[in-house]
């Protein structure tokens, strides 16, 4: 089924000349960052994980809100999200491909990665997180392209896939409650420290993910002509706007919680982001950009006339992910480490080489979609022909 | 194959790996790294002994960095003079930053102006080794938490974990950092993560701690807090003593008398 992808136009290929363009730039500053050591990145002593860990969370939830599109189709059987389906499977795979890719990245060894399983250590999130997230890669992988391939051959799905599929629906809540357990469980990190943690990644996993499923649909029906429907699109946006309402409240109450009961190390981590701490401020203009960008995209999806207009709707879906994507993927990392348990403060800046590197995994991650996507259009094109 | 010939392979094999073996056990002088024999001849008992360590801030003074400087010269401690790539095994520091959760509030500036000790607290609950995926951070038999950096992937979990601040990664190559090179102690590896080890590489020759030995005014006491007979548990039986962030329940192996 793979040498569909190795057909296309013009643009499909300068698409991936890009893309190829991107992971090697990527792959030329990674080397670099072999060679001399994680200094080169903006992390250090005090800030100890940055960039590199913040996407893997913001792609775990990515990749769990698969489960989005799975728990409609396959549970409630409702056939408005049958082209939609493929798409946030094949959405998971990459994304959950570009998580572990963004690991390896933020080891100080990753020639010893198998050390993980070599010596398994229960006792360590670290341990299961890696057990979770490669089983939710090869369950979504191989339902998806078993379901395809079926379809393709005009045949019905072999019947063993129905549990890998059903499987896949607690297996997305584990990936990204581990991912959760990673911080929660830390003394001496309040911002992380906190019960609300895994449910607040969910939430905001269901928000930004499945608002970039929409997107992705809208990509593919621009560049591609395959429609997955407005009606599917319409059905994400609302779960795409629950998700967004109970991820703000719950960011509510963390604030609550923390100044209400004005215990310092409690209000640290929230202050630093929000309002600046002991003179360190940088992180503030972005968590105010990430808290406006998110009631935007809330805004534009609580009015039904503005969610219908297709223009109106990229932008929420655009909104709803940036500000995520600042929340998990930027604030949340470094807020836990600044102050530090000293309480010594220590501003993290990313650097040229740790960007490229993360500009690299996303081009790894969006070209392994791309490939997967023109896959699964090209053998539903061929069926509805 | 002929089957009598397959077993006769196979028992030759075993015989020759076998012999290996018993060489290597009799004549030790051949084997490649010489066996320190330990200071105590007993059989390791998990749980028996606990080392701790008893900092009387009292006696320390201000400018005197002389356990830092015993320490990291014999652990090859790399200094590159920057705090974002800096490894630190033992430091001193301002009350507020090793205490952070303690009260400041009118506390005599005597107590909040002394420097203050800081070094890995060998929790007897450490959060750190739990965190990590690979075993090669691990509580000994003898309470000391340790690290095998042959193991480590450099993930900085531990770090993540330990609220005292006390593990240092190597961002980059440490040979660099340093300057005068101890052959007490290897030297390590970019991308792996160092902290205290109690000097446990001294423990087995009978020595004292590299900082304790340094120490000019004594302030620092080393010991068995599991044997009641201990110098360490008589000081902390007959003073007023801390730890830092008790509240956490990690248990630190390290105490402070203000």
């Known amino acids: 089924m793979i040498e569909k992808a190795l057909k296309g136009s013009r643009n499909y290929w300068l698409w991936i000349g890009l893309l190829l363009l991107g992971i090697g730039a990527g792959s030329v500053a990674f080397s670099r960052q072999m060679w001399e050591g994680l200094t080169v990145t903006g992390m250090g002593r005090d800030v100890s994980w940055g960039l590199y860990i913040a996407q893997f969370t913001f792609l775990v939830g990515v990749a769990a809100s698969a489960v989005m599109v799975v728990i409609p189709y396959y549970l409630h059987n409702r056939k408005e999200f049958a082209k939609t389906v493929i798409v946030g499977e094949f959405m998971a795979v990459a994304a959950t491909l570009m998580c572990m890719l963004f690991i390896l990245a933020d080891m100080g060894r990753p020639d010893r990665v198998l050390n993980v399983l070599l010596y398994p250590s229960p006792h360590a999130m670290v341990f299961w997180d890696v057990m979770v997230l490669n089983g939710y890669l090869l369950i979504n992988f191989v339902s998806a392209w078993t379901v395809l391939g079926a379809e393709r051959k005009g045949v019905p799905t072999p019947k063993w896939v129905k549990p890998i599929i059903y499987l896949s629906i607690p297996w997305a809540f584990s990936i990204h409650t581990v991912t959760a357990f990673l911080y929660a469980g830390l003394p001496g990190r309040h911002l992380w420290l906190t019960a609300v943690l895994a449910p607040r990644f969910l939430a905001s996993a269901f928000a930004a993910g499945t608002s970039l499923l929409i997107l992705v649909t809208l990509v593919l029906k621009k560049t591609t002509g395959f429609d997955a429907g407005n009606e599917a699109r319409r059905k994400l946006a609302v779960l795409a706007t629950y998700a967004g309402i109970a991820n703000f409240f719950m960011i509510g109450t963390e604030f609550f919680t923390a100044f209400y009961s004005n215990v310092p190390a409690h209000m640290h981590g929230l202050q630093y982001l929000f309002f600046g701490f002991e003179g360190k401020s940088n992180l503030v203009p972005w968590m105010w950009l990430s808290l406006l960008l998110g009631f935007g995209a809330l805004a534009i999806l609580l009015n039904p006339k503005l969610r219908q207009t297709s223009k109106w709707l990229v932008a929420a879906c655009v909104g709803m992910v940036s500000s995520i994507w600042i929340d998990k993927g930027v604030g949340l990392v470094l807020g836990g480490f600044v102050p530090s348990p000293l309480e010594e403060i220590t501003e993290y800046g990313v650097t040229l080489t740790e960007l490229t590197v993360t500009l690299g995994i996303w081009a790894v991650g969006i070209l392994v979609l791309t490939l997967l996507l023109k896959v699964a259009v090209t053998v539903k094109k061929e069926q509805e022909a | ?258």
């Open chain 2, 1 to 258: 194959m002929n089957e009598d010939r397959r077993s006769f392979i196979k028992k030759a094999g075993i015989g020759i790996l076998a012999g290996i073996g018993s060489a290597a056990g009799l004549f030790p002088a051949l084997s490649l790294e010489k066996t320190v024999f330990p200071a105590w001849d007993e059989k390791p008992e998990p749980g028996k002994h606990r080392w701790g360590m008893l900092i009387d801030t009292r006696k320390c003074s201000g400018n005197c960095k002389e356990c830092v400087a015993a320490c990291h010269f014999t652990h090859n401690v790399p200094d590159f003079g920057n705090r974002k790539d800096e490894v630190k095994w033992i430091w001193k520091s301002s009350y507020e930053n090793v205490f952070p959760t303690a009260s400041r509030q009118f506390q005599s500036s005597e107590v909040t102006e002394r420097p203050y000790v800081a070094l890995c607290n060998h929790c007897a609950e450490p959060p750190c080794t739990k965190a990590c995926p690979t075993e090669a951070t691990f509580r000994r038999w003898d309470g000391i938490v340790s690290m095998d950096y042959h193991r480590c992937i450099g993930c900085r979990f531990c770090m993540a974990a330990c609220p005292y601040g006390s593990r240092s990664f190597n961002w980059r190559d440490p040979r660099e950092g340093i300057k005068l090179a101890s052959t007490e102690y290897p030297t390590r590896m970019q991308g792996v993560v160092e902290k205290c080890n109690f000097c446990s590489e001294r423990l087995v020759k009978g020595l004292d701690p590299a900082c304790v030995e340094a120490c000019p005014e004594q302030a620092l006491v080393f010991g068995d807090l599991n044997d009641p007979a201990s110098e360490i548990r008589k000081l902390l039986e007959s003073s007023e003593t801390m730890q830092r962030k008790p509240e956490l329940g990690t248990k630190p192996s390290v105490f402070y008398i203000i």
